[in-house]
């Protein structure tokens, strides 16, 4: 973790992303569609955001759903057993059910009886800070092996009368098998950083237990789509630039590197000009930053270990490979992870 200066601790045991696996649902949302329900249009989407088309979930397919079939794939990839799992962390701010956690959904579903479980609200850094906690759990010693999910069903937080959301978000999950080893490779630093003060940049006013649905619904129902997430815009943007890039500093600081020992950026796919602005501040060039954001849209915490699983599987990470991964979202919370393939 971030210690604000280099860490020339070397721990006996790293964590080592072995496999990777993701799931997006076949239901396709095109820009052309969105001209149909809102005023807005293909060139304004595409040249102020990168996104084309997204995936949507249908009624019938939840998060965990999605998540079962990342999940299965890493495991099958990483040659593990469901019992083999000791950790199941799930990065979503869209669970199945306020109670029980998706984790403890997805636990029983896919029969990882010997795991422990959590999910993360950390919105679309939920995956890297599931990764730092799995991390900080294999350095110590105490685990071998965990699975670190990042999930989305933004469809169902999406209010498809506001132009200024909903045009940006999908649905989708990512898995990564996530392993101890006494090899000098794996995670070699993560940065988990919040700000608070910023929360209702980008939030969702109703639902919780200070404005509870049922009392909304009482006092003349829900019209303005309050349950669900509205943003503004322009300022998470300003946030999201500097804090990606000084979060993806610190990791390489830490990491005793320069940008230069960079292989390949995947950066949260929240808009083609924050990857864009970031990426240029880092002095990364663009050969180097893994973008699928014309496809898939922002789908929050399923947006990194999804990059990451198509980069894997299009043979843009390599062993060996530097790979830096930056993420901003709502709480507003920021995080960064530099790992050696
Ligand atoms: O993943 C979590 C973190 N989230 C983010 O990182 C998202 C960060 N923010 C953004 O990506 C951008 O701010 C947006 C894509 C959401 C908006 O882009 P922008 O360049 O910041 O536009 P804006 O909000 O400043 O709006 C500019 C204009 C406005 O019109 P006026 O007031 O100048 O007449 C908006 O009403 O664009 C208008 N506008 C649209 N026009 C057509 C906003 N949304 C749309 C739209 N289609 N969908």
């Known amino acids: 973790m971030d210690n604000g200066k280099q860490n020339n601790f070397r721990p006996r045991y790293r964590a080592r992303i072995k496999a990777t696996g993701s799931f997006t649902p076949p239901d396709v949302l095109t820009n052309a569609d ?20 997204r995936r949507i979930a249908s009624k ?39 109670l029980p956690s998706n984790s403890c959904v997805i636990q029983e579903r896919m029969g990882l009886v010997n795991a422990g479980t959590m999910d993360i609200a950390a919105a679309c850094a939920g995956f890297i800070h599931g990764l730092a906690i799995a991390s900080a759990f294999i350095e110590s010693g105490q685990l071998e092996r965990i699975v670190v999910v990042g999930v989305e069903k933004l469809s169902s937080i999406t ?25 000098d490779r794996g995670v070699l630093a993560s940065f988990l950083k919040s700000d608070g003060r910023l929360g209702k940049l980008l939030w969702i006013p109703v639902g919780g237990t200070v404005a509870p649905y049922q009392e909304a619904m009482r ?38 590197m320069t940008t ?52 894997r599987r299009s043979g843009r990470i390599k062993d060996g490979d530097n790979v830096l991964m930056i993420a901003f979202g709502g709480g507003l919370t920021w995080a960064a992870a530099l790992v050696n393939w």
């Open 260 to 311: 230069e020992d960079i292989n390949l950026v995947v950066p949260h796919q929240a808009n083609i000009r924050i990857i864009e602005a970031v990426t240029k501040r880092l002095g990364v060039p663009d050969d180097r930053v893994f973008i699928n954001i014309e496809k898939y849209g922002n789908t929050s915490s399923a947006s990194v270990p999804l990059a990451l699983d198509e980069a």
């Open 34 to 53: 969105l001209e149909r329900m809102v005023d807005t249009s293909d060139e304004w989407i595409t040249t102020r955001t990168g996104i084309k088309e």
């Open 219 to 256: 006092n003349g129902g829900i019209n303005n789509g309050e349950d669900c997430l509205a943003m503004n815009g322009s300022e998470v943007f300003k946030h999201a630039v500097r804090q990606m890039g000084d979060a993806a500093l610190n990791v390489i600081k830490q990491a005793n």
């Open 159 to 183: 209010n498809y009368k506001d132009r200024g959301t909903c045009i940006l978000f999908g649905d989708g999950a990512g898995a990564t098998a996530v392993e101890r080893t006494e090899e």
């Open 60 to 98: 019938e397919m939840s998060g965990v759903d999605m998540s079962v079939k990342a999940v299965e794939i890493a495991l099958s990839d990483a040659g593990w057993a469901p019992e083999d799992v000791q950790l199941l962390i799930v990065g979503t701010v869209t669970p199945d059910y306020r």
